[in-house]
């Protein structure tokens, strides 16, 4: 059994690593976990010095397999409704976060796995993953988010059909529909997501935060109210120290050196 639901640990490039630490239990998630999750996260949107998440799980097996059945089946209808809210309420920390966060996807990522991925920015899998989401196969919904970010991410029809068969797909099959950004292969997986951490750190903080706040609330709604947001976004971007710098750097032909203010 490990010490930790969890480990955390900085990486290169100003990014945080958060493993899932319950390979025992192909990283399912139980309440323990997700309260370390809610604790590291908490902790993370308060920092100045994060550039970026990475959310992997422990081993080259699994991902994230879901929700502990074994933890559930001891749970009444009133804790298992909790735990669901707990799980939603989790995952929309993480999309919260003003910073940009990967999941570095390194195994089968299934049910409240996949939902996890899907609250991340940007998801990178392993060769060998398969992802789904199969609560209809077991009775119930996607309760983390599932049915309304896999069809923005996906489109509705791709998305209902997941859902409705409860069919897993393979990495290669996740990228045709979109699913993923990328695939590689394990060996390669967390070089990938440190050097995508490496390109995000040489932009602007604000302007990454504002873009990311567009992008969210934006999907959100009509393109004439998505448009507006961006123009408000935009604005907080104009009186920015960095701004004033990346001009600056170009007339003096250099890199600027982005402050985050």
Do not use: W
Request: aromatic letters at 4%.
């Amino acid at each position: 059994m490990p010490d930790t639901p969890i480990l955390v640990h900085e990486a290169e490039n100003q990014a945080t690593v958060i493993t899932l630490n319950r390979p025992e239990a192909s990283n399912s998630l139980n309440r323990g976990l997700l309260c370390a999750i809610e604790s590291a996260v908490g902790q993370i949107s308060t920092s100045r010095e994060i550039r970026c998440l990475i959310i992997t799980g422990q081993g080259e097996k699994t991902f994230c397999a879901g929700a502990d059945l074994k933890e559930r089946r001891g749970m009444d209808d009133a804790q298992t409704h909790r735990f669901i809210l707990k799980l939603n309420a989790v995952f929309t920390m993480i999309r919260h976060l003003p910073i940009p966060v990967i999941a570095a996807i390194n195994g089968a990522a299934l049910g409240g796995g996949l939902e996890l991925a899907l609250a991340a920015d940007i998801r990178i899998a392993a060769d060998h993953a398969v992802m789904g989401l199969p609560e209809t196969l077991l009775g119930i919904i996607p309760g983390g988010g599932g049915t309304q970010r896999l069809p923005r991410l996906i489109g509705e029809a791709a998305a209902k059909e997941l859902i409705f068969t409860g069919r897993r797909v393979d990495a290669r099959q996740a990228l045709n529909l979109g699913l993923v950004n990328r695939v590689t292969s394990i060996q390669d997986l967390m070089p990938q997501c440190l050097d995508m951490a490496g390109m995000i750190v040489q932009t602007a903080p604000v302007a990454v935060e504002m873009a990311k706040y567009a992008i969210n609330l934006g999907m959100q709604t009509d393109l004439d109210t998505g448009l507006a947001i961006e123009s408000n976004a935009y604005r907080v971007t104009i009186p920015t120290e960095d701004r004033r710098e990346a001009l600056a750097a170009f007339k003096e032909k250099r890199p600027p050196r982005f402050q985050g203010k």
